[in-house]
């Protein structure tokens, strides 16, 4: 099948900037990321989506294919560092790429839930945890302190990590003297050949555990709940993910902890509607108070404030309340309020408001 163009891929016009190309990325890569979208054709999106920032990402290889498309991407090494030009793709090794997943505090992924690689000592880096926390419409104006509680793998205080019996020690694996990998030479005609292949007897960990705990069963971790008091700065946006390092999942044989990655959700309010920094708010006047305006207190996030409505106010005219929105989230001061006026036209008038409207509609 014919390659789409990259471009199109991330949605966007060629000449696209640096800093374009890369919010394209994050925005699709988090939106096709095997570990949260289960549709059937996401792997293979992720992968195009993947292979589109790697070319346009780098100055020389994005110059070429802007000059000779799909043709000039063959010269530098027939693909992507990551596997997508054909070979299996680890969806749990995001090393090669953690800045481009870089959230607001904090840098480096690993892949929601994703169990990463284990290193040369058999150590193994815990698994990053996601979570989702509801937040009031307030608070995430304000900020707060929420405390959490979600299940992660902790170490075990009984083996204190080393899945042994208190009192007890794993010892050097004798089948492969602690290498966690066995050789063995073949003769064949055309000569010996030497192949290495993971020990069976420690399955490549380099030792044994005779006597494993009890509490842990010899995996060095158990499950727990953990209670996390968590900062919530002022002016969050919904949809805003923070990372927490090391409040993920505990590492097998002494690797590090996981993350932790707090998905955060607002909750509508009633009355008040939030675009960025901007609080937004509809109020209904009367005619006559339109026709001859007033000076009333308005409802803002910082409390009943005075907005005055000119005379002649038509209605759906919007009128701006400088500084009276949310805090910002990312620089100093406040968003500006803006107050949508509806006017009331009456349904039903008593006979005094009748003779009224009808003095009024007779005057030149």
């Known amino acids: 099948m014919e390659k789409r163009d990259y471009y199109e891929v991330l949605g966007l016009k060629k000449g696209a900037s640096k800093q374009e190309i890369k919010s394209a990325y994050r925005k699709l890569a988090k939106e096709f990321h095997p570990d949260r979208n289960k549709a059937q054709d996401a792997e293979a999106k992720f992968k195009e989506v993947q292979e589109a920032y ?12 802007d000059q000779y ?55 193994r880096r815990g698994r990053d945890i996601e979570a989702t926390l509801k937040v009031d419409f307030m608070d995430a ?35 492969c003297n602690g290498q966690g990998q066995v050789r063995r030479t ?20 380099g030792k044994i555990i005779k006597d494993k705990c009890t509490k842990c069963s010899g995996d060095g971790i158990i499950n727990e709940n953990t209670l996390f008091k968590v900062k919530i700065p002022q002016g969050i946006p919904d949809g805003v993910t923070l990372r927490f390092k090391d409040r993920g999942s505990a590492g097998l044989k002494g690797g590090p902890n996981g993350d932790l990655f707090l998905n955060i959700e607002v909750k509508p309010h009633d009355k008040f509607e939030r675009r960025g920094d901007d609080i937004y708010l509809e109020i209904e006047v009367s005619a006559p108070v339109a026709t001859l305006g007033v000076t009333t207190k308005i409802p803002t996030v ?63």
Not at 79 to 95: A, I, Q
Not at 186 to 205: A, I, S, Y
Request: hydrophobic share 25%; proline share 5%; glycine share 18%.
């Open 54 to 65: 790697e070319v346009l990402s780098d100055d020389q290889k994005k110059t070429a294919y």
């Open 186 to 205: 073949q003769q064949t005609f055309l000569g010996n050949f030497q192949t290495v292949t993971t020990c069976p007897e420690c399955r490549g960990e």
């Open 302 to 364: 910082h409390g009943d404030k005075e907005l005055k409505i000119p005379a002649g106010t038509q209605p759906e005219t919007v009128l701006k309340m400088t500084g009276l929105g949310a805090p910002k989230f990312r620089g100093k001061g406040n968003g500006d309020q803006y107050v949508k006026v509806e006017v009331v036209i009456p349904t039903k008038l008593t006979r005094e408001q009748g003779r009224l409207w009808e003095e009024l509609r007779t005057t030149k």
């Open 69 to 123: 498309g799909h043709a000039a991407t063959q010269g530098f090494g027939g693909g992507s560092p990551y596997g997508y030009g054909g070979g299996t793709y680890d969806f749990n090794d995001f090393s090669g790429f953690g800045d481009i997943f870089e959230q607001f505090f904090g840098g480096g992924f690993s892949g929601f839930g994703g169990q990463p690689r284990r290193s040369d000592n058999g150590s």
């Open 141 to 175: 104006v304000f900020g707060t302190e929420k405390t959490i509680e979600y299940s992660r793998k902790t170490k075990c205080k009984e083996c204190n990590g080393t899945g042994a019996e208190k009192g007890t020690t794993p010892i050097t694996c004798p089948t």
